[in-house]
């Protein structure tokens, strides 16, 4: 089953849910901001995403900017900050069995569920 992970504060999230129930799409939603990711989640996700935590994270956030932006991070210090800051994670992400995919723009729904 197709399995969202979702900031209900999103508008991204919120149009990709729209989506799925519009075109009646069966998915499960996580939402991660009321239930952070672990970190061995994390590395999961990013297998299937075929990226890195520092590819995953929105620096452009203020949090991230205040915080983090001025340390030498590493990969696991990147997985510590997602996994304690789920705010700064891409997002939406669509995941299935074999791999997973950021959803921006919209479309790429379309490709993935192919």
Known sequence: MLKIYHNPFCSKS??????LEKNKIPYEFVDFMN?????EKLIEILKKLNLSA???TRKSELLFQERFSAENLSEEDYLRILSENPSLIQRPIAEDEHKAVIIRPLEKIEEFLK
């Open 54 to 56: 520092e590819e995953l």
């Open 35 to 39: 239930n952070p990711l672990t970190i």
């Open 14 to 19: 919120k149009c990709l849910l729209e989506y």
